[in-house]
């Protein structure tokens, strides 16, 4: 670690086997560890035998930390951030103090591991070609569904971590939001002793998860399947101007044009000429 980087360090999500032999390297090498919190970090480094000194960055300090991280870039020496569990940064703090050293003209370097919705997603069935990720959504119901309400039409699988207090009233929620045959998989505990990948419409998750007190305890990521795709219709008097269009130029203009016109999409016009001369 002879250049001053700033490491943004994946680690465990669970179990400790994952932490990756980079990750293990970096951290060992840096002169000093930035934790959410040292406490529990200082557990990890400890398994590993890393003997690095730790500071606490956490949503309450960040900025100060932002500072003293830098004298520290400064100096010439390398720093690793590290959040409790995962990604750093990925619902966890982080987002000033990258900042700042970016702006400063520091290198920082990811080193990647775990993240609790990637690898939660990669085993929940679900399509994964898209996906939104919400993060914690608000605490109380009333801001909870007015956030929900504004993803009832998304169309790529919806993501989002839970607390063991707000499991149930946020799958009830979702419920109520997206409606019951909506399917959804929900992810606790991954890579811990308790891991549970369960899915099933939001009307049967939240009869499973009410009838047993333990699927409501630990760490959640919660995955909706995504809104049916909506097909815009055209009516008579837009396939009247696309007609008339195709007249005089060649299809695919015709439905350029048609599509300026109306505000559909090129492709579905140019495809509803095709389908009039088949």
Known sequence: MSEPILYIVATPIGNLGDLSPRAREVLDGVDLVAAEDTRHSGRLLAHFNIKVPMISVHDHNERQRADTVLERLRAGQSVALISDAGTPLISDPGFVLVRAVREAGFQVSPVPGCCAFIAALSASGLPSDRFLFEGFLPAKSSGRRQRLEALVDQEPTLIFYESTHRILASLTDMQAVFGGERYAVVARELTKTFETIQGDTLTGLVEWMSADPMQQKGEFVVMVQGAPKQEASI????????????????????????????????????????????
């Open 235 to 278: 009516d008579a008097e837009v396939l009247r101007i696309l007609n008339l269009l195709a007249q005089e130029m060649p299809p695919k203009k015709a439905a350029g044009l048609a599509a300026q016109i109306t505000g559909l999409k090129k492709n579905a016009l140019y495809q509803a000429l095709l389908d009039q001369t088949q």
